[in-house]
């Protein structure tokens, strides 16, 4: 049973930093970020394709580019979310997902294995 571990999460000032760590049992093609706030639906933040090599394997959200980043150590199964210049709107619920198979990278419904969550909150 692959099992995703999310660390990394806090409270952070608005205009700061935070970096999310996501750890995998195995290696997995796909691995996403996801976020979800009180009352909202869950939203693709960013993610990668572990299957490429070139500068073209992240993907991101348009809410975010510019300011998070995403990365990846395939030695460690781990992926990254650098997060700068936080906003209050990015306080949410900050999910990890993976999943072997070729997917659209934002739909939710579509990756099979997910993290607990870890909180990120924000404040002005």
């Known amino acids: 049973q692959v099992q995703l571990v999310e660390s990394g999460g806090g409270s952070v000032q608005a205009g700061g930093s935070v970096r999310l760590s996501c750890s995998a049992s195995?290696?997995?093609?796909?691995m996403g970020w996801f976020r979800q706030a009180p009352g909202k639906e869950r939203e693709g933040v960013a993610a990668?394709?572990?299957?490429?090599?070139?500068?073209?394997?992240?993907y991101y959200a348009d809410f975010v580019k510019g300011r998070f980043t995403v990365s990846r150590d395939n030695a460690k199964n781990t992926m990254y979310l650098q997060m700068d210049s936080l906003k209050p709107e990015d306080t949410a619920l900050y999910y990890c997902?993976?999943?072997?198979?070729?997917?659209?990278?934002?739909?939710?419904?579509?990756?099979?294995?997910w993290g607990q969550g870890t909180q990120v909150t924000v404040s002005s």
């Open positions: 990668i394709d572990n299957f490429r090599t070139d500068a073209h394997n992240t």
């Open positions: 997902a993976a999943d072997r198979n070729e997917l659209s990278w934002a739909q939710a419904a579509q990756y099979k294995y």
């Open positions: 195995e290696f997995l093609r796909w």
